[in-house]
């Protein structure tokens, strides 16, 4: 079981509202990445945060954005949703140790249903 | 872009069987290699392998990193039926420096099923 935390499990939004999710870093780690994997396919990045600061971006638009705090906890925030954001959201944390990266764990995710 | 394909899609076996899990990938400045084992939720980390660690085993599970065929296997010895899940293989690329982005690409997964 990893140190990484996520809330809520499960939501349910109608489409055009807003979402906040939440994710508690392990501890020591630095960086955090979200990811969304539709069903039956495997995560895509969303993007990374490092010292609150967002550092890279997949391909997603805009709507998808994001924070880190001092405590290294995040949150991924989307806007007017669509019913094609129904997906299981994951955050992953990391140690960026100046050598590299260190094993990337994963929260037991948020399940996003829009309807 | 760079890309990652696992193969096969799914595989169904019995209790006691060897599995050979497979990974190919096509980026540019390959980091590392990760294998993740998805039951419902959570994708579990198992090894992380680099050019500097191409060979990891833990129990049952082993795993080696072809830098030249630009391939990873996955081997499962003695499965049980606990070992039922997504395997999930991703890559890291990308030029590295303190700071900068650590993007994974995964490939969509290996279901595999343990029949007792």
Not at chain 1, 21 to 26: E, K, W
Not at chain 1, 62 to 75: A, I, K, W
Not at chain 2, 52 to 63: N, V
């Amino acid at each position: 079981e990893t140190g990484v935390t996520q809330s809520p499990t499960h939501l349910i939004k109608t489409r055009g509202q807003q979402v906040t999710l939440r994710c508690s870093s392990q501890s020591g780690h630095n960086t955090v990445s979200w990811y969304q994997q539709a069903l039956g396919q495997g995560p895509q990045f969303i993007f990374q945060y490092y010292r609150e600061e967002e550092n890279g971006r997949g391909n997603f638009p805009p709507r998808f954005s994001g924070l880190q705090f001092p405590n290294y906890s995040s949150e991924l925030n989307v806007n007017a949703l669509e019913l094609d954001d129904s997906a299981l959201y994951l955050c992953a944390s990391s140690l960026d140790n100046s050598a590299g990266f260190t094993e990337a764990f994963f929260g037991q995710g948020t399940r996003l249903t829009v309807v | 872009e760079d890309k990652v394909v696992q193969s096969p899609l799914s595989l169904v076996v019995h209790e006691g069987d060897t599995v050979t899990l497979n990974c190919s990938y096509e980026v540019t400045n390959f980091r590392s290699l990760l294998w993740y084992k998805q039951e419902k939720k959570a994708p579990t980390f198992l090894f992380m392998l680099t050019s500097s660690g191409i060979e990891k085993k833990s129990g049952r599970l082993s795993s080696i990193l072809d830098k030249k065929e630009l391939s990873s296997i996955l081997n499962i010895t003695a499965t049980q039926t606990g070992d039922s899940a997504i395997y999930l293989c991703a890559v890291e690329a990308g030029l590295w420096s303190s700071g900068s982005a650590r993007q994974l690409t995964f490939g969509s997964g290996t279901q595999l099923t343990v029949l007792p």
